[in-house]
């Protein structure tokens, strides 16, 4: 497996630094006895309380990637402090990363009440996508069974090759906004269709559109 040493001290004070080197050391030495290759070392001095950190994203960076599928450090403060080290913990389990740290020996391991939290964030993550989801089919059934918006005939995407376009339709928001559908259900049911486009650009686009219309011209993507 490959791994990212992950190493961090909360102040800029020279005797710091012979800290941050003894955890880069032991991970080191602990890397070797898991069979793990260290693609990456990232040291930084900074507070567990601050989430802006370089090192961080540099260390979420590597494991989005696919470089890496596991975080080597000290313990679990290390990631960061309080409402931070979850919300570290959190982004890494969605990356699909395992956190090993030396003080467990081996998988980090949690506080009961932060297993909990971390639970419920995923959880609402989850009931949030799914949210999403049920819009988009709910948008795509309005705009054809209810109001006579047939996909096949406005957004039929011609010689290329797949269904995702990343122009906008201004047309086919035009025609959807004339059937009285509201900006959320026209870019849920344009999302459905493969456009990559969110309400508040729907909205503006068809802004756009009208103040065009005032001054003579047409605005065609």
């Not at 450090?73 to 090993?100: M, N, P, Y």
């Not at 999403?132 to 957004?155: D, F």
């Not at 459905?192 to 503006?204: N, W």
């Amino acid at each position: 497996m490959k791994g990212v040493i992950y190493a961090r001290v909360s102040t800029q004070r020279t005797e710091q630094e012979t800290s941050l080197q003894r955890q880069v050391d032991d991970l080191k030495a602990w890397a070797d006895t898991l069979s793990c290759e260290v693609v990456e070392v990232i040291t930084e001095q900074q507070s567990g309380f601050d989430l802006e950190r370089e090192g961080l994203y540099r260390m979420l960076d590597e494991v989005r990637s696919g470089k890496a599928e596991v975080i080597l450090v000290q313990d679990d403060t290390r990631l960061g402090r309080g409402e931070a080290k979850l919300a570290v913990i959190h982004q890494l389990s969605r990356c699909g990363a395992t956190i090993f740290s030396l003080q467990s020996g081996g998988e980090l391991e949690l506080e009961a009440g932060e297993s909990t939290v971390l639970a419920i964030m995923a959880k609402v993550e989850e009931l949030q996508r799914k949210w999403m989801s049920q819009k988009i089919s709910w948008g795509m059934r309005r705009a054809i069974h209810e109001r006579g918006y047939n996909p096949a005939v406005n957004l039929k995407n011609q010689g290329q090759g797949g269904r995702s376009r990343k122009e906008v339709p201004i047309e086919r928001i035009v025609d959807l906004k004339e059937k009285r559908l509201t900006f959320e259900e026209i870019a849920a049911t344009l999302q459905g269709f493969g456009y990559d486009v969110s309400r508040a650009t729907v909205h503006r686009r068809y802004r756009e559109w009208k103040a065009s219309l005032e001054e003579g011209e047409y605005i065609s993507k």
